[in-house]
């Protein structure tokens, strides 16, 4: 079956300094992987997804993932973390094998970021 | 424009009883799913909808748990016999279809937050 792996279940920085969320997955097949963010009381909201094109991909707010085959990974980087990027964030996966976008999300990493 | 809204906002109720959750998708979006959030978990997939109808079910947790969209548009997630294991926080989305059946981005409402007593 096909998963996602997040390795921090907390991540702690301070404003200005660089951000990195950690995604493992699993997958037989190319997948399509995608990172949406939570911000509470608010629904979730998607910041990026990789579907097989440039392997390097750019979303909203200044993120960025790389999806690395060779090691199985989509993490997700920004040069410098905000305030109002406190929030939970989930790296997801959609099956390969599946024909109905239905997504599989990893348990979320809690990112704070502090004055 | 409007987007994916869901009603009630909160839902509290005793065990045993039953329950309906009501999500609206984003008008034209003809596939909508729904998940469910236990507490600092990942949201799990319950069922996905193509129109009228159920097109994968396979992660209702049991037969209690049942869904309809009888005109291809609202839906309905109906708990029967409601547990304290059922409290969680249940999300809907929807999605239109590309070309070639590609599924694009699920936009999220805020969820419904059962408390089951």
């Known amino acids: 079956a096909q998963s996602v792996t997040q390795l921090d279940s907390h991540v702690s920085v301070s404003e200005g300094t660089p951000v990195l969320l950690r995604c493992n997955y699993s997958?037989?097949?190319?997948?399509?992987l995608f990172w949406y963010v939570q911000h509470p009381n608010k629904g979730l909201q998607l910041l990026l997804k990789y579907t097989s094109a440039a392997t390097l991909v750019k979303g909203i707010n200044g993120f960025e993932a790389e999806f690395k085959k060779s090691e199985t990974s989509f993490h997700l980087t920004k040069p410098s973390a905000h305030m109002s990027d406190a929030a939970e964030y989930f790296c997801?996966?959609?099956?390969?094998?599946?024909?109905?976008?239905?997504?599989?999300f990893g348990q979320g990493t809690t990112l704070q970021v502090k004055p | 424009g409007a987007g994916v809204s869901q009603t009630p906002s909160n839902k509290v109720t005793e065990k045993g009883k039953y329950v309906e959750l009501r999500c609206d998708p984003i008008?034209?979006?003809?596939?909508l799913y729904w998940y469910r959030q236990s507490l600092g978990q990942g949201p799990e997939f319950l069922i996905y909808?193509?129109?009228?109808?159920?097109?994968?079910d396979s992660g209702l947790p049991n037969d209690r748990f049942f869904a309809v969209r009888p005109e291809g548009s609202v839906s309905t997630l109906k708990i029967q016999r409601t547990e304290r294991g059922d409290s969680a926080v249940y999300l809907c989305?929807?999605?239109?279809?590309?070309?070639?059946?590609?599924?694009?981005?699920?936009?999220f409402g805020p969820g419904t937050r059962l408390t089951v007593l």
């Open positions: 997958s037989s097949y190319s997948p399509s």
């Open positions: 989305a929807s999605s239109s279809t590309g070309t070639s059946g590609i599924y694009n981005e699920q936009f």
């Open positions: 008008s034209g979006h003809t596939a």
């Open positions: 997801v996966v959609n099956p390969a094998s599946s024909n109905t976008g239905k997504l599989i």
């Open positions: 909808f193509q129109g009228t109808g159920a097109a994968d």
